[in-house]
């Protein structure tokens, strides 16, 4: 999954609630600056492992994943 961020509460939700390691942003719409601070987020933020639903759904993907 590579979801886009337009904001920095999306770059942080992606790293925390799905454990993403791909991360979209608009060139058009976000700006230089914006761009900085949302990776800067992204890349602090840690998966939050202790939420068993957030684990669910991470299996789930990998179950997927092994599908192929």
């Known amino acids: ?6 904001t920095i ?3 942080y939700l992606a790293r925390k609630d799905d454990d993403v390691n791909i991360l ?6 976000t ?4 761009s ?5 987020k992204f890349l602090e933020t840690e998966f939050n ?4 639903k957030y684990q669910r ?3 789930e993907i990998k179950k997927m ?3 192929k």
């Not at 700006?31 to 914006?34: E, G, M």
């Not at 900085?36 to 800067?40: H, S, V």
């Open 36 to 40: 900085k601070k949302i990776i800067k």
């Open 9 to 11: 509460r999306d770059a």
């Open 65 to 67: 994943e092994k599908w």
């Open 24 to 29: 979209c942003l608009s060139g058009r719409t």
């Open 31 to 34: 700006s230089l600056d914006k």
């Open 49 to 52: 492992t202790k939420e068993e």
């Open 57 to 59: 759904r991470i299996n």
């Open 1 to 6: 999954m590579a979801p886009v961020a337009e």
